[in-house]
């Protein structure tokens, strides 16, 4: 059975770094493009960043130079680093596998990232 499950959000000042990580079950990671995506209140689930199978990794243009997506192969996980966080990078955060892919597996329950003073 696939399962993701993401953990490592919570609430941060502005400014401040949080590392999020997605363990995978279900599936070999290695073998897959995956993404981090997440979804603010009242808006629709967005991708933030990939990395593909080589481990080149792509952001979109709101989180360069801020985050930084990492795969370990052998622990089947994927991670988010965050830096800088902001106000508006607030959202619920998930991973899946890269949008290109043929099919995404079942939503996780994701984990809340809350940037507030």
């Known amino acids: 059975q696939v399962q993701l499950v993401e953990s490592g959000g919570g609430l941060v000042q502005p400014g401040g770094s949080l590392r999020l990580s997605c363990v995978a079950s279900?599936?070999?990671?290695?073998?897959?493009?995956m993404s981090w995506y997440r979804q603010a209140p009242e808006k629709e689930r967005e991708l933030v960043a990939s990395?593909?199978?080589?481990?080149?990794?792509n952001y979109v243009d709101f989180v360069k130079g801020r985050f930084t997506i990492s795969r370990d192969n052998a622990k089947n996980t994927v991670y988010l680093q965050m830096n800088n966080l902001k106000p508006e990078d607030m959202a619920v955060y998930y991973c899946?596998?890269?949008?290109?892919?043929?099919?995404?597996?079942?939503w996780g329950q994701g984990t809340l990232v809350t940037v507030s003073s």
């Open positions: 899946n596998k890269d949008p290109s892919s043929r099919y995404l597996e079942p």
């Open positions: 990395v593909n199978i080589g481990g080149r990794a």
């Open positions: 279900g599936f070999t990671v290695s073998t897959y493009g």
